[in-house]
C-alpha cells in the first residue's frame, strides 16, 4: 500500500523501504540459524522458497488493495472531479 500510495520517491525513501523489505530476510536468517531465537529452526527458509507462498503472498495484497485503488479512483472521478488536474490546461 505504501508503495501504491506514495508519490514521493526520492533518495531517502526508496533506500527505506528496500532496508524494510530487506528485514523480513534478516529475520528469516536470524531464526533459521541463530540458536538463540525462541523461533530457531521453524523453516522459515524453506516456507519462503516455496513458489506458492509468493503467489499467495502476491494474491493477498492484490485483494488488500484493489477496494482502495477501485475507492480512490471512483472518488478522483464520481465524487471529485474537480480536484483532477487537467491534462493541457
Given at each position: 500500500m505504501i508503495f501504491a500510495e506514495t508519490r514521493?520517491?526520492?533518495?531517502?525513501?526508496?533506500?527505506?523501504?528496500?532496508?524494510?523489505?530487506?528485514?523480513?530476510f534478516l529475520v528469516v536468517l536470524m531464526n533459521d540459524v541463530l540458536p538463540t531465537s525462541v523461533y530457531q529452526g521453524n523453516q522459515w527458509s524453506m516456507i519462503?522458497?516455496?513458489?506458492?507462498?509468493?503467489?499467495?503472498?502476491?494474491i493477498q495484497c492484490f485483494i488488500l488493495y484493489a477496494p482502495r485503488y477501485i475507492i480512490?479512483?471512483?472518488s478522483h472521478v464520481v465524487w471529485h472531479p474537480e480536484f483532477i488536474k487537467i491534462k493541457g490546461a
Open positions: 514521493d520517491y526520492n533518495v531517502y525513501n526508496v533506500p527505506l523501504y528496500l532496508l524494510s523489505f530487506g528485514m523480513l519462503l522458497a516455496s513458489p506458492l507462498t509468493w503467489l499467495m503472498i502476491i480512490k479512483n471512483v
